[in-house]
């Protein structure tokens, strides 16, 4: 079955204890990106990667940092997590050749910061 | 600035009933757009999408969105509301240029009721 995977789905931690949030996409998609989702402001885009080892920052990468070294995977890292963290995050990807091809979601991970 | 407007944050229908759900973007030229449809703990799901040719696209799930390039409009149509429909539903515009950035609005939730 096609799909992205997400893990953990829910997360409680303390300020500054780092974490990774993993994304894994079986459909060998070349585009995948993390967004966030908060009530009143929609998605918005953490980080985006066109490609193996391509990477860069969407709207709000400010906390995140990623890295994609395999095709299929894409983790997001709080190096130091602070309360303005605490959201829903979804991993996206798709074929790359431009936004008219389907994002597939991940099922989302809720973070809680405290 | 690209912005995606959805004007309604909440809509209540009854089931039976129809349903217009509203979307405005401003971009530059004629952006791709989306609906997305996000079920309560789950991951977003494409519902259509318009890129060129007709205006009126159909969806999966009985849905259809009609673009309006003098209104900058994509709203979302269904003519007999299900109570299974009730969820968030997101309009999102993406352009073809650069690293096809997408765009999300702040949704609106649908609520059903008998």
């Known amino acids: 079955e096609a799909q992205v995977t997400q893990n953990p789905r829910y997360l409680i931690t303390v300020t500054g204890k780092k974490l990774t949030v993993t994304c894994s996409q079986n459909m060998n998609h070349e585009y995948m990106s993390w967004y966030r989702q908060d009530p009143g402001l929609g998605l918005r885009q953490i980080y985006y990667?066109?490609?193996?080892?391509?990477?860069d920052k969407g709207d709000v990468p400010e906390g995140y940092k990623v890295s994609r070294k395999e095709k299929r995977n894409f983790p997001l890292i709080l190096e130091s997590p602070s309360p303005n963290q605490t959201s829903l995050y979804f991993c996206a990807s798709r074929v790359s050749g431009g936004p008219t091809y389907e994002q597939y979601f991940g099922p989302g991970t809720r973070l809680t910061v405290t | 600035a690209q912005s995606v407007t959805q004007p309604d944050i909440h809509i209540t229908v009854s089931e039976g009933a129809s349903l217009e759900l509203r979307c405005n973007y401003s971009y530059g030229a004629t952006p791709y757009l989306f609906w997305y449809v996000q079920s309560p703990g789950q991951g977003l799901q494409l519902l259509l999408k318009y890129f060129s040719g007709d205006t009126l696209v159909q969806g999966i799930k009985g849905f259809e969105a009609e673009f309006k390039r003098s209104q900058s409009s994509f709203n979302l149509r269904k003519p007999s509301v299900h109570w299974s429909d009730a969820a968030e539903y997101f309009c999102?515009?993406?352009?073809?240029?650069?690293?096809?950035?997408?765009?999300f609005g702040i949704g609106t939730k649908l609520q059903v009721i008998p």
């Open positions: 990667s066109m490609n193996v080892e391509v990477t």
């Open positions: 999102a515009a993406g352009n073809s240029g650069g690293y096809q950035k997408v765009t």
